[in-house]
């Protein structure tokens, strides 16, 4: 129940989730490959640029005051990109991405790039049905989830050939505290 608040909100109590928040700008993909707009058939340098492209529309949405330095994909996008080659060399696209970004450029630190297969299809229209990429801040300022009562759990209780277990807890929404230093980008 808390991950599925956190990640998809909960509607019923007006709660906003992790990947679909309104609050974040929505961007479309910009790969155009062999006339289509996603990574299943963009080159490794489609791939590279929409991701340098998007850490570049947080920067220059905050006017250079933030710099992404975590990318989020879904699974298969992910798992594409980790063993998709750079022309005829051993380096992944993703070992390269990781090192070789507008991110570590600006910072000297490596870019975070990890994988949530909540995103895998829940872009928006037009492209509805396709991946979703986070591109984002990572910072314990940013992202905060509620929590004014953890989980508290009773001892199991056993009953005939089951268990019961009893717990309380209460949880808030998901807030981002910055939104312009966060986009989704649809279509990938």
Known sequence: HIERSFFFGNADLGFDGFINNPNITIAAASAKAAGGTTWDVATPDEIIDEVNNSI???SENTRQIAQANHVILPTRQFNRMATLRIGDT??????????????TANTGQELIISSIPYTNDIAAAPVAGLGRMIVKVQSEENDWLPMPETPNMLAPQPIDLSTKLYATYTLGPYHNRYPAEMIYVDGI
Do not use: A, P
């Not at 051993?90 to 991110?103: D, F, Q, T």
């Open 90 to 103: 051993n380096i992944s696209v993703l070992e390269y991405l990781r090192k070789n970004n507008v991110y």
């Open 56 to 58: 570049s529309l947080i």
